[in-house]
């Protein structure tokens, strides 16, 4: 297993930028591909990004395409999602999950407690 924590939502005005962090522990990070993901009230969970071990191979959502970057540092055992023109529709919890499968895998062995994300002017 791998403990997760995020860190770095809050409230942003639209067109604003924002960076979440995910904290890794427990287990070595590098074992794990990372996602994130998100959770506006009263709709599924949506896909937001993925990125491989070794950081090489990274995947999005096509909502966040070309506004949001995931990257890591795994000597920092960090998982980053670089938010950028922000939108209202954006709003929603954000968690980050491991998986020992790929960028691919849809199952998550480990999650995050989640943090929020507010745009609004």
């Known amino acids: 297993q791998v403990q997760l924590a995020e860190s770095g939502g809050g409230l942003v005005q639209p067109g604003g930028s924002l960076r979440l962090s995910c904290a890794a522990s427990?287990?070595?990070?590098?074992?794990?591909?990372m996602n994130w993901f998100r959770q506006a009230p009263g709709k599924e969970r949506e896909f937001v990004a993925a990125?491989?071990?070794?950081?090489?191979?990274?995947r999005y959502g096509d909502s966040v395409k070309g506004r949001f970057t995931i990257s890591r540092d795994n000597a920092k055992r960090t998982v980053y999602l670089q938010m950028n023109s922000l939108k209202p529709e954006d709003t929603a919890v954000y968690y980050c999950?491991?998986?020992?499968?790929?960028?691919?895998?849809?199952?998550?062995?480990?999650w995050g407690q989640g943090t929020l994300v507010t745009v609004s002017s």
């Open positions: 427990g287990r070595a990070f590098t074992t794990y591909a």
């Open positions: 999950a491991a998986t020992l499968g790929t960028t691919q895998t849809t199952r998550m062995d480990s």
């Open positions: 990125i491989s071990w070794s950081g090489n191979t990274q």
